[in-house]
């Protein structure tokens, strides 16, 4: 029987805190979907059905499941497998990516570098999210949107409402229909790649950035891969609104997500008007919450 991917994302964590957590059912540690580790406080899990305590499921355990401001440094030292440097520049934005692609967000007192880069001083909250290589079945009105007369497509929806999962399967989805589609994952959670270069699962026709910012991915995926489609996990900003536009001049089609949960929220997010965001995208899905994770509520034509 595979083992759920929460068992590998606690791997990097401290030997105490990591077999403490590894004494979690299965049939539970299958609904985890965060950790969440603060200083000064219990360890607790997200789940769609709300928060848990740690030590609530794990009773025997309670005393490594409440960290101290010592052990939650050490956590972090640990994720990092104690080189810090190495992760400077995805730190300088809140996050890191570990094998397996769960990412670890980061809260603290935060430093700024006299090259204007932000750093963390002090941790005081880890949020480790468990990444699932989950591909699902896409819906007609996806299946109307993907077909010959594609323009560009935007996933919306709020944190953990399944964008990723629905763009990893969307990416199956055209891939396996002949299409040469380049993925830029900013994060390594669409593809997660080990420290050789091996990722799972990776479609026949498609081609994976890893790692890299999206400017440069575009940029070079445009210049020397030739795709027909460009997909882009978490679109955040006006700026990275107008790094896509150049790509379209090349004669590429995108597909990306972004946190919003109406189209104000997307206009607001991407800075852009409709208008606007009609010369990229044709169409944009907005998701259910976390709750019906992975779900369309509606998808309309921008």
């Known amino acids: 029987m595979k083992m759920d991917e929460y068992y590998s994302a606690i791997q990097r ?22 950790i969440r580790l603060r200083s000064e406080r219990p360890i607790v899990f997200s789940t769609p059905n709300g928060p848990v305590l740690a030590s609530n499921l794990l009773p025997k355990y309670a005393a490594a499941l409440r960290l101290s401001a ?4 050490e956590c972090f030292y640990s994720l990092c497998e104690k080189s810090v440097h190495s992760y400077e520049r ?22 700024q570098t006299d090259n204007g880069q932000n750093s963390f001083q002090v941790i005081t909250s880890l949020n480790l999210r468990i990444a699932r290589m989950i591909f699902v079945s896409l819906p007609d009105s996806l299946q109307v949107c993907l077909s010959d007369c594609f323009h560009g497509l935007i996933l919306a929806g709020p944190p953990g409402s399944g964008k990723t999962t ?7 989805a055209i891939s396996d229909r002949g299409k040469k589609v380049a993925v830029i994952d900013e994060r390594q959670e669409l593809w997660p790649c080990d420290p050789w270069g091996h990722s ?7 081609d994976v950035l890893s790692n890299c910012p999206k400017s440069f991915g575009i940029e070079t995926a445009v210049r020397c891969l030739g795709p027909q489609i460009v997909v882009c996990d978490e679109l955040g900003s006006g700026k ?13 089609s995108f597909i990306c997500s972004v946190h919003a949960a109406n189209v104000d929220e997307l206009e607001a997010r991407l800075e852009q008007s ?17 709750q019906s994770a992975g779900t369309i509520r509606e998808t309309i034509v921008l």
Do not use: M, W
């Open 274 to 290: 409709r208008t606007r965001l009609r010369t990229l995208f044709s169409a944009c899905a907005f998701l259910y919450g976390s």
């Open 240 to 252: 990275e609104f107008r790094q896509l536009e150049q790509g379209i001049r090349s004669g590429v």
């Open 166 to 172: 629905l763009l990893r399967s969307i990416v199956k």
């Open 200 to 206: 799972a699962q990776v479609p026949l026709n498609c």
């Open 13 to 34: 964590l401290p030997a105490q805190v990591r077999e403490a957590l590894a004494q979690l059912p299965p049939a539970f540690a299958a609904q985890v979907h965060e």
């Open 90 to 111: 995805q730190l300088s934005q809140g996050f890191f990516t570990i094998p397996g692609g769960h990412r670890v967000g980061v809260a603290g007192i935060f430093h």
């Open 70 to 73: 010592h052990d939650l440094q």
